[in-house]
């Protein structure tokens, strides 16, 4: 069973570039499978970001998309996230996932809080 | 983009009762599309059910999903502690997943 882990730094200051890096243990990148990032505001609900396949092929939130960029990285066995001019608003538990097929977020991250505040 | 709205926000039930949780989509979706999610508090989302009524691995036969058109449930047959969560449903379309707000399902 494959293993995600989220890693990043957890305070951004507004405006600035939020960074998250998710690596996979337990299983290659390289599978057909899509790997997405999930953001949770504190105390608040699920809100999907993005997904990225090993080929590059990507799809965004129609919300965010103006703002994230996803990309991976086979020869690390991860992949990231890059959210561009953030604010408090952005302030969530960031999650990677894993989607083996059939449209489903099967394996999860334990997920990283990320604040933005000066 | 399709919304899903839960019903209800909150569910107070006891132990060995049983709880339905309803997911109301704003548009036709594919059963092969729905799933739900159950969270415990400081933890990942944890996949229950996919394709409307499919458990995933290792998921307790008392719980179950089902469609009818645009209106999805998820049912807990018979509660157990373990049970007490915020649940999500989600859907899969146009190349994005969107989440249903929640139900919380409270101990009474």
């Known amino acids: 069973q494959v293993q995600l882990q989220e890693s990043g730094p957890g305070l951004v200051e507004p405006s600035g570039t939020l960074s998250l890096t998710c690596s996979v243990s337990?299983?290659?990148?390289?599978?057909?499978?899509?790997w997405s990032w999930v953001r949770q505001p504190p105390g608040k609900g699920l809100e999907w970001i993005g997904e990225i396949h090993h080929s590059g092929r990507t799809n965004y939130s129609p919300s965010l998309k103006s703002r994230v960029t996803i990309s991976v990285d086979k020869s690390k066995n991860q992949f990231s996230l890059k959210l561009r001019s953030v604010t408090a608003a952005d302030t969530a538990i960031y999650y990677c996932?894993?989607?083996?097929?059939?449209?489903?977020?099967?394996?999860w991250g334990q997920g990283t809080l990320v604040t933005v505040s000066s | 983009e399709i919304l899903l709205t839960q019903s209800p926000g909150t569910l107070s039930l006891s132990p060995g009762e049983r709880a339905t949780l309803s997911c109301r989509a704003s548009?036709?979706?594919?059963?092969?599309?729905l799933a739900w999610y159950q969270q415990k508090p400081g933890q990942a989302p944890r996949l229950l059910i996919y394709?409307?009524?499919n458990r995933a691995t290792g998921i307790p036969d008392r719980f179950s999903g089902s469609a009818s058109g645009t209106d999805f449930s998820l049912t807990i047959s018979r509660l157990e502690a373990e049970d007490f969560a915020v649940y999500y449903c989600q859907q899969y379309g146009t190349s994005l997943y969107t989440f249903g707000q929640g139900t919380k399902l409270e101990i009474k």
């Open positions: 337990g299983g290659s990148i390289s599978v057909d499978n899509w």
């Open positions: 548009q036709s979706v594919s059963s092969s599309y």
């Open positions: 996932a894993d989607s083996t097929g059939g449209w489903k977020l099967d394996y």
């Open positions: 394709g409307a009524s």
